[in-house]
């Protein structure tokens, strides 16, 4: 069967398929072409977005508790179809199929999350200054949801915005990668399914847009979508952020991550050696939190970055769906181009390892390692693929300093048995980064905690612990339960 077929059969199972339109999607495993997809006009993203606006306002009126009940039939559903989503996730980006697998269980358990903080949409009681008043917050659902995914994490993203939003009483309008869209229509048709059976959701709750970049606009400029959450490259990020905040709507940018770890001297190595190279390998070097840039230290960095040296070139690379890959392509022909700019420039100021292609159909490529006398040219940027930067370090205070000397700030790791080296990479001085870890890698984050980062990643948290508050808009009552009418800060107003 080709993978064409094998596409076709899993959305057919999900109960979602194809078509015909104008946008080719092809898997990265072979460069074949899977099928093809209609694309969205603007007009049709417009409209879209208007029947969203309509699902929101009976939508925002049903209780909390009752909204979380269609998000754990989401749940069900993607628990019946794990296998199917996880294999065409693989299939369509060329993630390994555990990595496919992985990525719905993430799903899985945002959904979960989400059903438990139905219940848990809490505000807060607030003394008042007069007497005879009482304060309070309260959180009221926000709006429409515009969710921008790309193509690395095709579903898992859409999940972590859309449980929320949906618990919090919004609608949802996703524009996912055009590199992905059919993930995007197999998680739509399991959605349809939820709501099917839920039987009180409004029709169109959750509307699908696939497109490029008008598309893209159409969704960024509408102004009845109150909250645009974008996940993609900070150019995007640039792009998206000014336009919504032109019209004085919200975004949620998760953006890039020139990520770094430091191996400590104290460090147990073995540890180490796999945390780096999972997070330096994993997904072909394709996450935002991707492991970029490593600090070791002298008296540990000869026999860790032999270790390191020997990893990469044992690594298994190959057809992501076979037993025992531990990469697969990188998504497409640019991506190679893009790594090979960066190794053509790093071989003008350190020691390149790797980095070759692999003859083989498809795009796939040594992992590079290239080892640095110092933090400058293209260490200094993102490169969305296996290239790991390795420089020596001496004092900690100046590895922190390196970890911080970059335009981004998502994610961050050091590796230390040292008690006092790992509080002071997590305190206030330490890592700038949204996510700094200790002896874990930089990839891998847990929905139970905010995901995101600072400085040119966007600001933006997803996810866990209290993003949700992003979905909704706060509101401060003030309930005045006496006969007289006193006014804040003693001001006299009598008539």
Partial sequence: MTLGEQAA???????????????????????????????????????????????FLAWRSVPAPHRGELV?????ELRAHKDDLGRLVSIEVGKVLSEGLGEVQEMIDICDFAVGLSRQLHGLTIVSERSEHRMMEQWHPLGVVGIITAFNFPVA???????????????????????APLCALAVQALFERAAARFGEAP???SKLVVGAREAGKALVDNPRVALVSATGSVAMGRAVGPRVAARFGRSLLEL????????????????ALR?????????????????????????????FVARLKAAYTSVTIGDPLEPGTLLGPLIDEGAFAAMQRALDEARNLGIVHGGKRVARAGVYVRPALVEMSEQVGPVLDETFAPVLYVMRYTDL???????????????????TTDLREAEQFVAATGSDCGIANVNIGTSGAEIGGAFGGEKETGGGRESGSDSWRAYMRRATNTINYGRSLPLAQGVSFEL
Wanted: with cysteine; glycine share 10%.
């Fill in 9 to 55: 059969t899993l959305l057919g199972r999900m109960g979602a398929r194809m078509g015909h339109g104008d946008l080719a999607c092809t898997s990265p495993i072979d460069g074949s072409t899977l099928g093809t997809v209609a694309q969205a006009s603007p007009a049709e993203v417009n409209d879209a977005i208007a029947a969203a606006h309509r699902a």
């Fill in 72 to 76: 754990r039939l989401l749940c069900e």
């Fill in 157 to 179: 993203v859409w999940a972590w915005n859309a449980a929320l939003a949906l618990v919090c009483g919004n609608a949802l309008v996703w524009k996912p990668s055009e590199k």
């Fill in 203 to 205: 029709d169109g709750l």
């Fill in 256 to 271: 890039g991550g020139n990520n770094a770890a430091i191996v400590a001297p104290s460090a147990d190595l073995d540890l």
């Fill in 275 to 303: 945390g780096v190279a999972f997070a330096a390998m994993g997904t072909a070097g394709q996450r935002c939190t991707t492991l970029r840039r490593l600090f070791v230290h002298d008296w540990v960095y000869d026999p």
């Fill in 397 to 415: 205070g100046s590895a922190i300093a390196l970890n911080n000397a970059v335009a981004q700030g998502l994610s961050s790791a050091i590796f």
